[in-house]
């Protein structure tokens, strides 16, 4: 089974950080939220507060397949300022392992390096923090081993595609069915 983890800081974008969440667990795949706050309560960007699976200072991400990051702010700034969430992407990323962020959270990935030579989206207005990428504007853009998404309306297709690297296209076609989502985009 997959296993993947999401970093929630205190202003982190609801949507963004939960749906993925469901999307995944519902597809089988093992993911759990690691708050970086110091407390598993998280406060999102629109005062929901969360409680997440694990502290980042007691989650081992040596099994990860993928690591991924909401948007919402000042959630990822927070996210940015965060030394150990920022080794542990850097690390995931130079052993060829899965990334994934949303929203304004790629600004993450464009500080680290990440992003040189990639195309990627974010949220409308942060792409100048994509350094070194060439910017798509599309809902969600894969390149390599990073997949980032634009924003809140994008989340649904950013989580179904992160799935689909764990399951195959056809599993995730069967759920999108089952949640009404292909009526919504019109192919049902």
């Known amino acids: 089974m997959a296993k993947v983890y999401e970093f929630l800081a205190n202003g982190f974008e609801e949507v963004e950080g939960l749906a993925p969440v ?37 989650a081992d991400l040596s099994d990860a397949d993928m690591l991924m ?13 965060h030394e150990g969430v920022r080794k542990a992407l850097l690390e995931h990323y130079q052993q060829g392992k899965r990334i994934g962020a949303i929203c304004a959270a790629p600004m ?7 992003l040189n030579g990639k195309k990627a989206t974010c949220s409308p207005g942060f792409q100048k923090y994509l350094t070194g990428a060439e910017y798509t504007h599309e809902l969600f853009t ?3 081993t990073v997949i980032t998404g634009e ?38």
Request: net charge negative.
């Open 142 to 144: 894969v390149d390599g």
């Open 108 to 114: 993450v990935l464009g500080s680290l390096g990440i």
């Open 69 to 81: 990051l909401p948007g919402g702010m000042p959630g990822s700034t927070n996210l940015n300022a």
């Open 151 to 188: 924003g809140p309306a994008a989340t649904f297709p950013y989580a179904y595609k992160i799935l689909s690297f764990f399951i195959g296209e056809e599993p995730v076609r069967e759920l999108m069915h089952k949640m009404q989502f292909l009526h919504l985009i019109g192919e049902e």
């Open 22 to 58: 469901d999307i995944l667990r519902r597809g089988g795949v093992d993911i759990k939220t690691v708050s970086v706050t110091g407390s598993l309560k998280v406060e999102s960007s629109h005062g929901v507060t969360v409680m997440a699976d694990l502290l980042f200072e007691d």
